[in-house]
């Protein structure tokens, strides 16, 4: 008689218990939180050899502007601890050739495009809206006006609040979906920029951009960028980034906010949610991993269910509650203490 | 074949002169790469501080090997992350994306040929001989380097070279001097059609002018920094020539690594040309 080797069967995968991973931007419905970031992404075709870019929530193309440009010169990178430094300057085919281009092919792929824009005056702003007005496949503007690798680099919309809020009047009104402000985090006080932004028109705020760094190259004995310096992006910027999330959920709790800054893990993008921000973008990590952007977005699934969480809308901004109950616990707290020294001064 | 990302396993390290090889067996990379294409490995580990992929051509690839397709490919210890790579042992995993990159573009009749490496930029020329040679092509190999044991794939080349020439700057190996003092009498001699080369940025220059000069056409496989090796970063740009006669800055990771050694901008490097499309105004 044969002998039959029974194998057995492989375990079933007992998944966790489901969660709701919709979240939603300025009343756009998006499948899951998870986005790219502009700029580390290109528009698409590179990263869809690696992974769906429709499995995204969003994706986040690098920023266009009117016409094209060459971008700065090499080197334009160098990396840091836990990070990088890059000077690019919006190197890109320009706003015709994208949407000849690129954007039929996001479309076709059946993503969600989020387009960058960034533009050297109010007026390049406008005209790039307009192009985009009622063109399929884009669900969102990002407006870049926080970009530190441009030639103006002195006077960055981000950096000035009437600045910042005159651009937004100027897109939200030539555009037909909602506009988002990228703003820069090298600013004394972020929320103003944020609150400006809005009052201006802004449907909602991307935070943040790199920081302004800076390599010294101590071989050459000179800066390590040609542009000598550039955006410091990263693991390394990542508790920045979470600070001026939370800062602008406090000052704007009603404010839709897409968190970036060093996201490379499922837990960094937990934190993102905790501090106020209703979606995130993977930008710098794809640089190491490719598929980053779907596996941050499986393993923030995973810790969503071991919580036992069911919907990822469900701890946006949640950190401000616990903090606010602790909060209210210790004034509590106080108060019995001041209780307790009035009741013996009483005595 | 579009690239892929897999967790390959160390199968070799081993010390070759000055620099160092690993092999890894790596399912997806090593079928269908074409000599050179490079492959991108993650550095450090999980929990590292160096965060970009380090780009290595692909020295040589078997398809099918007792444990799967395996790729090797060459380097020299030059700062942290090449020392944490130095440092791995059979069996540990290491995360590595391939194959990228334009290969070198074959004759397509027997030709002569003259391969040009510079240090252990030589490592795609062995892959790309033996397709040559496989095609009916001569092939003749000049090796350069500063020092003999910088010199890669000596023997190699001597083995299936028609003629060969080695220069190290010190005069320990061949000719004392640098690859472009004997190329000019290399390729009189055997009658060289077509010139392919890899390595430093000074030495394809003056390769790219050798082979201008004597009227054939060179293919070069340029080293520039990358941060992700897959296009979507736009660190590794040069000016390029495009075939409509207009300058651009492009990716040498997507578009390239090899480029024709006429189409490259040598006057510009590390500059974006005035004439180039979408220079500042």
């Not at chain 1, 016409?67 to 836990?82: C, I, L, V």
């Not at chain 2, 060289?192 to 390595?199: D, F, I, Q, R």
Request: negative net charge; contains cysteine.
């Amino acid at each position: 008689m044969t002998e039959v080797t029974v194998r057995p069967a492989k375990p079933p995968v007992v998944p966790g218990p489901a969660v709701d991973m919709t979240t939603t931007l300025a009343g756009v419905v998006y499948p899951n939180p998870m986005f790219t970031a502009s700029g580390c992404a290109a528009y698409g075709q590179e990263l869809d050899q690696f992974f769906d870019v429709s499995k995204l929530g969003g994706f986040v193309t690098k920023s266009i502007m009117v016409h094209a440009r060459a971008g700065r010169p090499t080197p334009r990178m160098a990396e840091t601890p836990s990070g990088m430094l890059n000077s690019i300057g919006l190197q890109g085919p320009g706003i015709e050739r994208f949407i000849e281009r690129d954007l039929p092919w996001l479309t076709e792929r059946g993503a969600r495009t989020v387009v960058s824009i960034a533009g050297s005056t109010i007026e390049e702003y406008t005209k790039l809206a307009q192009k985009l007005r009622g063109r399929a496949g884009v669900s969102m503007i990002e407006v870049n006006i926080s970009c530190p690798n441009v030639e103006e680099r002195g006077q960055v919309f981000a950096c000035d609040a009437g600045a910042a809020s005159a651009v937004m009047t100027a897109v939200q009104r030539a555009s037909s979906v909602p506009v988002f402000a990228k703003l820069s985090p090298d600013v004394t006080d972020i929320a103003t920029i944020a609150r400006a932004c809005v009052v201006g028109g802004a449907d909602g705020l991307s935070l943040v951009n790199t920081l302004l760094g800076m390599v010294i190259d101590t071989k050459r004995m000179r800066p390590a960028l040609a542009g000598v310096t550039g955006g410091l992006s990263g693991p390394a910027i990542r508790p920045v980034a979470v600070r001026c999330v939370w800062q602008v959920r406090n000052a704007l709790p009603d404010t839709p906010i897409l968190g970036m800054g060093g996201i490379r893990t499922g837990n960094d993008a937990l934190e993102f949610l905790l501090a106020g921000a209703s979606a995130v973008s993977v930008g710098t990590a794809v640089f190491g991993d490719p598929q980053a952007p779907l596996r941050v977005l499986r393993e923030l699934r995973n810790l969503l269910s071991e919580r036992g969480i069911g919907r990822v809308s469900d701890v946006v901004g949640m950190a401000h509650q616990q903090q606010a109950e602790q909060d209210v616990a210790a004034d509590d707290d106080q108060l019995e203490e001041y209780d307790d020294v009035v009741d013996e001064e009483v005595l | 074949m579009p690239p892929v990302q897999v967790v390959g396993e160390v199968l070799a390290v081993k010390r070759t002169g000055a620099y160092m090889s690993m092999t890894l067996v790596a399912p997806g990379v090593a079928e269908g790469a074409k000599p050179g294409q490079f492959v991108a490995v993650a550095i450090g580990g999980q929990d590292t501080g160096m965060i970009l992929r380090r780009a290595f051509s692909i020295y040589a690839v078997k398809e099918r090997g007792v444990y799967g397709g395996t790729v090797e490919f060459v380097f020299a210890v030059a700062g942290r992350g090449t020392e944490w790579l130095a440092r791995q042992r059979p069996h540990d995993p290491i995360d590595v994306v391939g194959p990228l990159g334009k290969p070198f573009k074959l004759p397509a009749h027997p030709a002569v040929c003259t391969l040009v490496g510079g240090g252990y930029g030589s490592a795609p020329l062995f892959a790309l001989a033996e397709t040559l040679r496989a095609r009916g092509c001569k092939v003749n190999f000049v090796l350069g380097a500063a020092t003999a044991d910088r010199l890669f794939g000596a023997l190699d080349a001597k083995r299936i070279s028609t003629l060969v020439a080695f220069t190290t700057e010190d005069g320990s190996q061949g000719e004392t001097g640098r690859v472009s003092d004997v190329l000019p009498d290399i390729i009189d001699k055997s009658g060289t059609e077509v010139v392919y080369a890899c390595g430093p940025m000074g030495m394809l220059r003056a390769v790219a002018e050798i082979a201008d000069y004597h009227g054939i056409p060179s293919q070069l496989a340029v080293e520039e920094a990358m941060a992700c090796g897959i296009g979507v970063c736009m660190t590794c740009v040069l000016p390029v020539r495009g075939d409509d006669g207009l300058t651009r800055m492009v990716r040498s990771c997507v578009e390239g690594p090899v480029f024709m050694g006429d189409s490259i901008r040598w006057d510009a490097l590390g500059t974006v040309p005035a004439d180039c499309v979408g220079a500042p105004r």
